[in-house]
T-cell receptor, first 114, second 109 residues
Framework: DTEVTQTPKHLVMGMTNKKSLKCEQHMGHRAMYWYKQKAKKPPELMFVYSYEKLSINESVPSRFSPECPNSSLLNLHLHALQPEDSALYLC?????????????FGPGTRLTVT | DQQVKQNSPSLSVQEGRISILNCDYTNSMFDYFLWYKKYPAEGPTFLISISSIKDKNEDGRFTVFLNKSAKHLSLHIVPSQPGDSAVYFCAAGGHQFYFGTGTSLTVIP
């Protein structure tokens, strides 16, 4: 199983809502990543978890709150987002941080903030 | 400023011919270079990689070439097939990777 799953596929939320994005993998990978991709732009790294610990936070605003409850799951909690946060949010995993050159991506969650 | 650039947003190639996708980067410290393929409504799929100590890596129909002095890499697909039609992203880095904006390849039957 080389699959990374993400739910939901699409999400529309208001600026006062609280929602969560979920990512799951069962490949035994110990590094997991959140990326944000705006239209016609490259994916941009937001967070990296290595062995369930936050390793990298690319100066992401606090309205995005990641969580890694176990080695298979990665969540991204959203609160008080802005319309400019509308984007495709991609989750990825790799065997570990040292092997980040081989990341497996999920299909993404298309987020629209109204 | 983008550290990885793909200057061709799109490319059309006849089936059976060679597709060449190009990528430029700015940071000479990058260790690894990757190519991903993305179909609509799917996440990027890892295709092939090359480390900075090599100048060529081949996997079936896909070959990646690295020119460190020019800070340039390219992906060659030969022969191109209609199923290769997708967006191709290059990425470069060490542990953290920076992605290009992608090149949309269309292989015409």
């Amino acid at each position: 199983d080389t699959e990374v799953t993400q739910t939901p596929k699409h999400l529309v939320m208001g600026m006062t809502n609280k929602k969560s994005l979920k990512c799951e993998q069962h490949m035994g990978h110990r590094a997991m990543y959140w990326y944000k991709q705006k239209a016609k732009k490259p994916p941009e790294l937001m967070f990296v978890y290595s062995y369930e610990k936050l390793s990298i936070n690319e100066s992401v605003p606090s309205r995005f709150s990641p969580e890694c409850p176990n080695s298979s799951l990665l969540n991204l909690h959203l609160h008080a987002l802005q319309p400019e946060d509308s984007a495709l949010y991609l989750c990825a995993s790799s065997q570990d941080w040292a092997r980040s050159y081989e990341q497996y991506f999920g299909p993404g969650t298309r987020l629209t903030v109204t | 400023d983008q550290q990885v650039k793909q200057n061709s947003p799109s490319l059309s190639v006849q089936e059976g011919r060679i597709s060449i996708l190009n990528c430029d980067y700015t940071n000479s410290m990058f260790d690894y270079f990757l190519w991903y393929k993305k179909y609509p409504a799917e996440g990027p799929t890892f295709l092939i990689s090359i480390s900075s100590i090599k100048d060529k890596n081949e996997d079936g129909r896909f070959t990646v070439f690295l020119n460190k002095s020019a800070k340039h890499l390219s992906l060659h697909i030969v022969p191109s097939q209609p199923g290769d039609s997708a967006v191709y992203f290059c990425a470069a880095g060490g542990h953290q990777f920076y992605f290009g904006t992608g090149t949309s390849l269309t292989v015409i039957p």
